[in-house]
Nanobody, 123 residues
Framework: QVQLVESGGGLVQAGGSLRLSCAAS????????MGWFRQAPGKGREFVAAISRGERDTMYAGSVKGRFTISRDNANKTVYLQMNSLKPEDTAVYYC????????????????WGQGTQVTVSS
């Protein structure tokens, strides 16, 4: 039902900040748990953060906890990932995804995916 389009990626120096946006279409957006994943060159897809339908629950990968914040605006059908204190290890293509059932770090729970946005952190 939902279509997802990421934006906000770019080149930033280590220690800097970036905010990614995921614009969603469809009337059922508020019924989905949302997540962010990333994939670095030569590596597999990695869970980053997730937020529940009602914004009650969030979860983060240990590598980004304390630095990244996921949020959503159901009225505007948008999910955000605020990334602070960026490190070169954060360099990856970041994907927005929707889970119809549960909030989860497991990619298999997500059945809608965006095309990704590139984040490059220089040292």
């Amino acid at each position: 039902q939902v279509q997802l389009v990421e934006s906000g990626g770019g080149l930033v120096q280590a220690g800097g900040s970036l905010r990614l946006s995921c614009a969603a279409s469809g009337r059922t957006f508020s019924n989905f748990n949302m997540g962010w994943f990333r994939q670095a060159p030569g590596k597999g897809r990695e869970f980053v953060a997730a937020i529940s339908r009602g914004e009650r629950d969030t979860m983060y990968a240990g590598s980004v906890k304390g630095r990244f914040t996921i949020s959503r605006d159901n009225a505007n059908k948008t999910v955000y990932l605020q990334m602070n204190s960026l490190k070169p290890e954060d360099t990856a293509v970041y994907y927005c995804a929707a889970s119809p059932r549960i909030i989860s770090p497991d990619a298999v729970e997500y059945n809608h995916w965006g095309q990704g946005t590139q984040v490059t952190v220089s040292s």
